[in-house]
């Protein structure tokens, strides 16, 4: 795990993790998700085609409770959740976003989502890059990549305190 400074004042950590299958990459996110900082955070997914952004998130939104099926919001660009009362993320909303079709970053400015990213809830950005500067900064960064033996070498950044306990 590396530790360097950043503006604001913010630690930045950096650390390399390995999902060398499926159920690593369900460990993880059962993991994350019992963090209490996980139901305010901004987290950006990067990786190719096929790295196992959608995966990852599928995990993350079951271990938090989410029912039922989890459809990928590559052509909706946006897929809401809202978890029932109950449980220890009772109330929680949930985005999932996917911003791979987007052919210019001024629609995430026109599609209204900037008062998405001003509301409390998880925030889940898949193709963050697409929708240019309109981005607040993530509190955790994931970096997925695909390894010859299909493993995924995994960076993850966190960028603010809520990252940082996300990691920690």
């Not at 209490?36 to 901004?42: C, F, G, M, N, R």
């Not at 995990?59 to 220890?88: C, D, F, M, N, W």
């Not at 960064?141 to 603010?160: G, I, K, N």
Request: overall charge negative; charged content about 20%.
């Amino acid at each position: 795990m590396t530790v360097q400074s950043v503006a604001g004042g913010h630690p930045l950590i950096v650390k390399n993790i390995t999902w060398h299958d499926e159920e690593g990459t369900a460990d993880f996110a059962r993991a994350l998700a019992s963090r209490p900082a996980i139901v305010s955070a901004l987290v950006e997914l990067r990786g190719d085609l096929g790295a196992g952004k959608t995966t990852f998130v599928r995990h993350l939104l079951k271990s938090l409770g989410v029912q039922g099926r989890i459809k990928s919001p590559t052509y909706a660009v946006v897929e809401p959740y809202t978890l029932p009362e109950a449980g220890h993320n009772g109330g929680m909303s949930i985005w999932h976003f996917d911003f791979y079709r987007f052919n210019d970053p001024r629609e995430w400015e026109e599609a209204g989502f900037r008062d998405i990213f001003a509301a409390k809830g998880l925030k889940l950005v898949e193709w963050p890059e697409k929708a240019g500067p309109h981005l607040p900064q993530p509190d955790l960064l994931l970096h997925l990549e695909v390894l010859p033996d299909d493993a995924r070498a995994v960076t993850l950044t966190a960028h603010t305190p809520t990252g940082a306990e996300l990691l920690a």
